[in-house]
């Protein structure tokens, strides 16, 4: 909250407050007179997409679609071959 606070001032904090307590009170499942929020922050590495993660992400979906595609009775203008073993050893 005190991160909050410094980031955006202390007026947001207080019209985020009154914003979160006052839908609960006009439906009535809290009369809401104090809020109190317990929040927990981890520190984690990111872990950015690679061409070759992105590729293989691609391959997956396409294949996927393809399948719905053919499960729907649609016929294919060309034959398909699922690549995904190929692409997953490219990849590792």
Excluded at 30 to 36: I, N
Aim: net charge positive.
């Amino acid at each position: 909250m005190i991160k909050l606070t410094k980031r955006c001032g202390p007026g947001v904090v207080e019209e985020l407050n009154k914003a979160l307590v006052q839908e609960p009170r006009e439906k009535k499942i809290t009369r809401g007179r104090k809020l109190q929020v317990d929040t927990t922050v981890v520190e984690a590495n990111i872990h950015h997409p690679t061409d070759s993660g992105l590729l293989v992400d691609g391959v997956r979906v396409i294949t996927r679609t393809i399948k719905k595609i053919r499960e729907a009775g649609i016929p294919l203008a060309e034959a398909f071959h699922n690549r995904q073993r190929s692409i997953k050893k490219t990849y590792l």
